[in-house]
């Protein structure tokens, strides 16, 4: 078993140092970087990207880059591209003149394959679901003095749990989610839930684990092979399944 054990951690090591000489290799030798971006203002690490440079100081760091590669500059943290743009007139451009260019989003690490929904999908198919979606919002009350009605009837209910704890010490996290969540339950199926529903518990549990497993993935992020090491690698495979979990209760 010893044997076997230790045969294995040695394949795993290899394949790991063999997988990264390829890589610094590739990267050391042919660097491929696309055409129609904005410069760089500084060349990028193989592999690494300008990730060793924001380490320490990230905000003063690009206020140096700003002066030296104007408003507009792109940077590679790990394997990710992106389009740094500094001044107000320009992110006004980008974002509103130029919105149907710029309105797409990359992929979520995590959701793949799932295109649907306003969290997941993209262009033309996004801007009808959204607007879609405004409209029905609109019609049960959002946005309207209406919606105040069931934020009051909610409060009510919140109050009288906390008042059934006869000022004993509690920890109310769970407690305010559930009464949060209820507003927006309330608006869109129509119910409120119990504060011991099981499913809702269950659904508020699954997101919870997500936002936690989610504090520490950003070097998956930016290098998403990451999430092919055996184990749970950054909590990656925890965040995947909860998020799986939440996907198959709603689609």
């Not at 959701?111 to 879609?132: D, H, M, P, V, Y």
């Not at 059934?164 to 509690?170: A, D, N, S, V």
């Amino acid at each position: 078993m010893l044997t076997s054990d230790l045969f294995s951690l040695a394949t795993l090591c290899y394949t790991a140092i063999t997988l990264a000489f390829i890589l610094l290799v590739k990267s050391l030798v042919k660097p491929t970087y696309p055409s129609n971006i904005p410069p760089f203002p500084v060349r990028p690490y193989p592999i690494l990207g300008h990730f060793p440079y924001v380490m320490k100081g990230q905000r003063v760091k690009m206020q140096e880059w700003r002066k030296t590669a104007g408003d507009i500059f792109s940077l590679y943290i790990g394997s990710r591209l992106y389009v740094v743009i500094n001044e107000c007139t320009l992110i006004r451009e980008a974002l509103v003149a130029n919105a149907d260019a710029l309105s797409n989003r990359p992929p979520l690490l995590h959701f793949e394959g799932s295109t649907s929904g306003l969290l997941f999908s993209n262009g033309s198919l996004w801007k009808e679901q959204r607007a879609t979606s405004v409209s029905i919002l609109r019609s049960f009350g959002v946005g309207k003095s209406s919606l105040a009605s069931k934020i009051s009837e909610e409060i009510s209910e919140y109050l009288k749990v906390l008042a059934q704890l006869g000022g004993r010490p509690e920890d109310v996290r769970m407690l305010t989610r559930t009464s949060t969540s209820n507003i927006i339950c309330s608006i869109i199926v129509g119910k409120r839930f119990d504060y011991h529903d099981p499913f809702l518990n269950a659904f508020l549990e699954s997101f919870e684990k997500q936002v936690r497993a989610a504090e520490n993935l950003s070097p998956v992020t930016v290098w998403p092979w990451l999430r092919y090491i055996p184990g749970n690698f950054l909590n990656s495979k925890t965040l995947n399944r909860e998020a799986h979990v939440v996907i198959e209760q709603f689609w």
